[in-house]
């Protein structure tokens, strides 16, 4: 008879192989953690949707990220080899600055009073928008508010 | 018997002491210190969550938050030697105010996973054999809900904090042991009447 250790072991074992963590969860956390500035709202991913066409050339796949005071949808597509394009819209719309952070440096822009935002030419790896409290922005954010990484 | 040749069920004694120095030596200073505590935790954190059936994208979320929230609340962990509880602990309840708050919630089935799974097989060959995993997954998969949590949480978690998980599972703390031996053996008796378990070879 199989001992509780035993079985428990089994259990363990069964489990890291039928449903393992992500292979770069521990990346990605570390990506957030390694923000200057940990004041911020991590936001949540609320709906992801399938990429369309995702052998095609013309690949793009959409998430939408929830935060307590505003939502962001993201849209990436291939703009050429190892490089995407993303093009989000921030509701409510504002003129909120928007950076982009990846592992060789932060891009920043800004929102159209409407909450649309892209950025070109963004090489594959790690990426995570940060969205600030910005001075004339019709959307009030008492501090800026992060999405979880995301493997481009 | 399985294959596994590892003493570690998890967070063993050795894995609980690798997470102190490592958060002392953070805390001393060394960066490089968190890197591998998140990397040594991080796998265990997912483990623990995901046993409260929160769907992968909200058990990463669950993940995210809990190391936030460490870093974040560093002063509260005074011991080094309490940085495991503190983050398993954490995260348990994270997941669980998670799952009540009805945040999409799922019945992980393997042919669902299929897809999203890497190669079967692990560097240091302690994993499973596939068809002996899958064989266990269908038996556990007839425990109650509460046997199914309690057991991937025990798997992981040598010395689970008891108050926390016995509101979170609704059971009095003195009933947690019993209910983990009913538990292991109610599975046990599904593997013995099973020719698929017995008759295996890893």
Redesign the interface.
């Known amino acids: 008879?199989?001992d509780?250790?035993?079985?428990?072991?089994?259990?363990?074992?069964?489990?890291?192989?039928?449903?393992?963590?992500?292979?770069d969860?521990?990346d990605?956390?570390?990506f957030?953690?390694g923000l200057e500035d940990?004041e911020f709202e991590?936001m949540?991913?609320q709906e992801?949707l399938q990429p369309v066409g995702a052998r095609g050339p013309e690949t793009a796949s959409t998430v939408t990220f929830s935060a307590e005071s505003l939502t962001v949808m993201v849209t990436v597509s291939d703009s050429g080899p190892q490089r995407h394009r993303i093009d989000g819209w921030i509701a409510p719309g504002g003129a909120l600055r928007v950076e982009l952070r990846t592992p060789r440096g932060v891009h920043e822009t800004q929102a159209d009073v409407d909450g649309r935002f892209a950025f070109a030419e963004v090489p594959s790896g790690l990426v995570q928008i940060m969205i600030h409290p910005t001075s004339g922005a019709t959307v009030p954010l008492h501090r800026p508010v992060v999405t979880?990484p995301v493997q481009l | 018997?399985?294959s596994?040749t590892s003493d570690d069920?998890?967070v063993g004694a050795a894995s609980w002491e690798v997470a102190a120095r490592e958060f002392a030596a953070w805390r001393a200073g060394d960066r490089a210190a968190?890197?591998r505590l998140?990397?040594l935790l991080?796998?265990v954190l997912?483990?623990l969550v995901?046993a409260y059936g929160l769907d992968?994208?909200?058990a990463?979320?669950v993940?995210?938050?809990t190391?936030?929230a460490l870093?974040?609340n560093v002063d509260s962990v005074r011991d080094p030697q309490a940085v495991l509880r503190w983050t398993t602990t954490t995260a348990r309840r994270e997941a669980w105010r998670t799952a009540r708050a009805g945040k999409r919630v799922d019945v992980?089935e393997?042919q669902t996973?299929d897809a999203a799974?890497?190669p079967?097989g692990?560097p240091d060959g302690?994993?499973?054999a596939?068809r002996?995993?899958?064989t266990?997954?269908r038996h556990?998969a007839e425990l109650s809900e509460r046997c199914q949590r309690l057991?991937?949480v025990?798997?992981?978690e040598d010395r689970p904090d008891y108050a926390s998980l016995s509101t979170e599972l609704g059971i009095a703390v003195g009933s947690i042991g019993p209910t983990r031996g009913r538990c292991?053996e109610k599975?046990?008796g599904l593997?013995?009447a099973d020719p698929e378990w017995s008759d295996r070879r890893d």
Request: glycine fraction near 2%.
């Open positions: 008879m199989t509780d250790l035993t079985l428990l072991r089994a259990v363990h074992d069964m489990y890291d192989t039928l449903d393992p963590p992500p292979a969860l521990a990605r956390v570390l957030t953690l940990l991590l949540r991913l992801t979880p | 018997m399985t596994a069920t998890g968190l890197d998140v990397r991080t796998p997912w483990h995901r992968r994208e909200s990463e979320d993940v995210q938050t190391w936030l870093v974040r992980a393997p996973l799974l890497p079967v692990g302690t994993v499973l596939e002996t995993a899958r266990l997954w556990i057991l991937r025990i798997a992981f292991l599975l046990r593997l013995a």
